[in-house]
């Protein structure tokens, strides 16, 4: 019987196997490719298909290769557009763009009016498509000649352009040729980079276009983006030179990147707000002062400083500087004062004090677990009673959905322009997740949409945001600084979306930057 | 024997069945929804409840079980929620990933844990046995994703000698043939792409057998060291025959069967292991893939892995059977 036989040679084979494995590979790891960047990243590629995914990520991704029919500039701080020359509103309800002449993608083909009309169909019609949000407004979509796009809305809105940075605009021809595969097989975008390949959940790569206006010869010819989750690993593979940029390093580790030879770190205010929220439809949440007294019992300096290594800058209000409609002279501040705290939670009808639930977030965000086991003595110094809650991030996420969770620990991330997230957290009957509802916020917010003047929509902004800081359905704290290690062979600035868009990167001769 | 076979593969239908079961039941016992989860922040309720009506999740929780039953019985395991693409085809992509480490893993624990535990036995309370014994523990007591991220610090942080994760580098391994990157760049014969494919199967697959490797060692340090004591062992020292002869002969033969079940069962093991070093190595295998798809909710996706796990725990655990009858002859599979 061979088995019985072989088993003993089994054994030995295995181990020469083992051995030589170990043996073969040892040397250095694989060197950084010339003019190849590598990108460690934490969100997920979903699909190849540039409808399936809504997270922040992809959308930079095709937006410089398919191209966005507009591009939030921070430099410009406005949107610009790689398809039109320029747009206006001829009434509240529309959206007049002027198509750019002769752009092309980079098989050469034409991008044609059709493309855009085809792309707004695919985010509302496409089975697998995510971005239906995004399009939600739009009642119809016409060309009337090679040079005009117009987009008509089923309201006013005021940020449509914020909805329309999130269409990435496909070719209707290689579709109708090829259907869905046509993201897989033709996947011809008019872009800086051209898609080179795509991994579901492991990596995306892509390659400089030669001739693009966009790019500059010392932008990296290739590109590739890699989810690297574990932050361990993300530093790592940066100190290694596996990688070239990571995202989001954590405080715990910027001393090893900060201590590195090779590799330095750049900063930017991430625009994702971190707040408490407190749903009035549960007591003891019903009463503005309890409300209001957790604002005053947080000491969100001290968290910053002692938590999160000072890497945070302090919200006073939703917003901070770099915002659409910031100001620092939002009205009213909350101080760390237990004292007054102690105070409105008598006035509240609680002068022993009240029992609440606090369910905290576990590993989504920068030391959240250990911001909220912060926060419970500082809440309980204030007279309430704390049962602190740590479920897993899908549990706590669908009931908060549904407006199952009183009191939690949360961020709201990509907020340019505040309108999105203030209604959705605040505007009667938008979403359940705070079921906030206050009359004169809603007339603000309404009206700050119908508004397409900045300075008086700003006003209806700041209008709405003073009162809901007053209300406090939710308690601003702050905005992570998010630390991004970078190569010293490479210079790149991040963006406080943290997308991460190749033509901002340059290659460099090798040497530790002057800081 | 084929009566056994037949006998053994029917058995375990209801097994899957079971199993099948057990996970849908509880995983919509278990508190979040898909809809909630896999819907982004911004889209309406509108669109929240046409998601739920597309995968199904409005219709009563036995009907959603009978469809994918029905399904699953022709080995669809239907579409995943999260990615939009069925399951099997999900599961076939990144299983060939798995199976590379978990085949290498279990090379590795071959070879250190068996002569390991042999040389130990061999010459009991001796240094090496005691160092080995201490080696053995340390194995079977560590967790494997501390030692995965010790070991990226060390030999990739500090020496810089191996990848810290990943499964190859970008642009050097040619279009898959088997999707087994080791045995598809010896096919294609090239031999960048398999020093390359090495180098990151190394750290992973070291961390995924040293739970095997110890406890390997330690089950076969045990069963020869009781075979070692027999009066046949004796008897052949006294006939003068070699003590290599003597322990790789005709002890080793005899504790050949303890060890194939602790390969056996530890396979399975270190299958399910694989979860978190996968995750650690960014490797990407199915035990990844089943990582995402809890953490968003994903049914068909769960339970679909949750099968191929169990089928493959089973299939293992069917040639270990056979591979009894085939180094015992004491040991008859009858139907």
């Given at each position: 019987m061979p088995l019985k036989a072989s088993f003993s040679s089994l054994t030995a084979q295995a181990a020469a196997i083992g051995i030589s494995m170990v043996l073969a590979t040892s040397g250095p790891a694989q060197a950084q490719q010339r003019n190849r960047v590598s990108i460690a990243v934490t969100e997920t590629i979903a699909s190849v298909n540039p409808y399936a995914d809504s997270v922040a990520l992809m959308y930079a991704v095709y937006s410089q290769t398919y191209g966005a029919l507009v591009d939030w500039s921070f430099e410009k701080n406005g949107y610009i557009s790689r398809f039109a020359d320029s747009w206006s509103n001829p009434d509240n309800l529309t959206w007049r763009f002027k198509l750019k002449k002769g752009l092309k993608r980079n098989n050469g083909e034409p991008v044609v009016p059709a493309d855009f009309v085809h792309s707004i169909n695919r985010a509302k019609n496409?089975?697998?498509?995510?971005?239906k949000h995004n399009v939600r407004w739009i009642t119809t979509v016409e060309?009337?000649?090679?040079?005009t796009l117009i987009i008509k809305t089923s309201e006013p809105v005021a940020p449509m352009l914020e909805n329309l940075s999130r269409i990435i605009v496909t070719s209707k021809a290689q579709y109708d040729k090829l259907g869905a595969a046509a993201d897989k097989e033709a996947p011809f975008g008019a872009g800086p980079y051209a898609i080179k390949q795509i991994a579901v959940d492991n990596f995306f790569a892509m390659t400089k276009v030669a001739g693009h206006p966009d790019v500059r010869a010392e932008n990296p010819e290739e590109v590739i983006y890699r989810i690297i989750k574990e932050p361990e690993s993300r530093v790592t593979a940066l100190l290694n030179g596996e990688v070239q940029i990571a995202q989001f390093i954590p405080p715990q580790l910027v001393p090893r990147v900060q201590s590195s030879s090779s590799s330095h770190l750049v900063w930017d205010d991430a625009v994702e707000l971190m707040f408490l929220a407190m749903n009035p439809e549960f007591k003891p949440w019903d009463k503005k002062e309890v409300r209001q007294a957790v604002a005053h019992a947080i000491d969100r300096d001290a968290l910053i400083k002692v938590l999160l290594n000072g890497q945070a800058s302090r919200l006073d209000g939703p917003i901070g500087p770099g915002?659409?409609?910031?100001?620092?002279?939002?009205?009213?501040r909350y101080s760390y004062n237990p004292a007054k705290a102690r105070e409105l939670l008598k006035q509240a009808g609680y002068p022993n004090g009240v029992e609440i639930d606090f369910s905290a977030t576990v590993g989504r965000y920068i030391a959240d677990k250990q911001i909220c086991e912060a926060i419970v003595p500082m809440l309980e110094a204030a007279g309430f009673k704390v049962n602190l809650k740590t479920p897993e991030w899908g549990t706590l996420w669908s009931s908060v959905q549904k407006g199952g969770v009183p009191f939690y620990y949360m961020g709201r991330g990509s907020v340019i322009d505040p309108s999105a997230a203030l209604s959705q957290y605040f505007?009667?009957?938008?979403?359940?997740?705070?079921k906030f509802s206050n009359t004169e916020v809603d007339a603000a917010l309404k009206a700050e949409r119908e508004e397409f003047d900045d300075e008086k929509r700003i006003a209806l902004l700041r209008k709405a945001m003073s009162i809901i800081t007053d209300e406090a359905p939710a308690h601003f704290l702050w905005r992570h600084k998010m630390a991004t290690g970078v190569d010293n062979s490479i210079s790149f600035k991040p963006q406080p979306t943290m997308d991460i868009y190749a033509v901002n990167i340059q290659m460099k001769a090798r040497g530790k930057p002057k800081q | 024997m084929v009566t056994y076979l037949v006998r053994r593969l029917l058995g375990t239908l209801p097994v899957l069945l079971m199993v099948s079961l057990f996970v849908f039941l509880l995983l919509h016992a278990a508190p979040g929804d898909p809809a909630d989860i896999l819907i982004?922040?911004?889209?309406?309720a509108q669109d929240v409840a046409e998601a739920r009506q597309r995968w199904g999740l409005d219709q009563p929780v036995m009907v959603q079980y009978w469809r994918f039953l029905s399904s699953a019985s022709m080995l669809d395991f239907g579409r995943s929620f999260k990615y939009d693409e069925p399951v099997m085809s999900l599961i076939l992509e990144r299983f060939p990933a798995t199976m590379e480490l978990a085949l290498l893993a279990t090379m590795l624990a071959l070879a250190l844990g068996i002569p390991l535990g042999i040389f130990a036995a061999s010459r009991p309370n001796s240094w090496f046995d005691n160092a080995s014994s201490i080696g053995g523990f340390f194995g079977v007591s560590m967790p494997n994703f501390w030692m995965a991220i010790m070991l990226i610090l060390v030999l990739s942080g500090y020496f810089k000698i191996l990848p810290s994760g990943g499964r190859a580098t970008f642009g050097l391994a040619d279009d898959p043939i088997t999707g087994f990157l080791l045995l598809d760049s010896v096919l294609q014969g090239n031999w960048d792409a398999l020093n390359d494919a090495a180098k990151f199967l190394v750290l992973p697959a070291f961390v995924l057998s040293v739970n095997m490797t110890g406890l390997l060692m330690r089950m076969t340090r045990s069963s020869m060291l009781e075979v070692l004591g027999e009066d046949y062992i004796m008897t052949a020292r006294a006939k003068g025959l070699s003590e290599r002869v003597v322990v790789w002969k005709h002890a080793l033969r005899n504790a050949r069967i303890i060890v194939i079940t602790v390969v056996g069962l530890e396979f399975g093991a270190l299958i399910s292991g694989s979860i978190i070093v996968e995750s650690v190595f960014s490797w990407p295998g199915i035990g990844q893939l089943l990582l995402q798809g809890i953490t968003a909710r994903d049914y068909p996706l769960i339970t679909g892995l949750v099968l191929v796990y169990t089928t493959m725990f089973i299939i293992v655990n069917l040639i270990v059977d056979f591979l009894y009858a085939a180094v015992d002859p004491r040991i008859r599979l009858n139907g």
């Open positions: 496409d089975p697998q498509s995510k971005q060309t009337p000649d090679e040079e915002q659409y409609g910031y100001t620092p002279d939002l009205q009213p505007e009667t009957g938008q979403s359940p997740r705070i | 982004p922040d911004q889209a309406t």
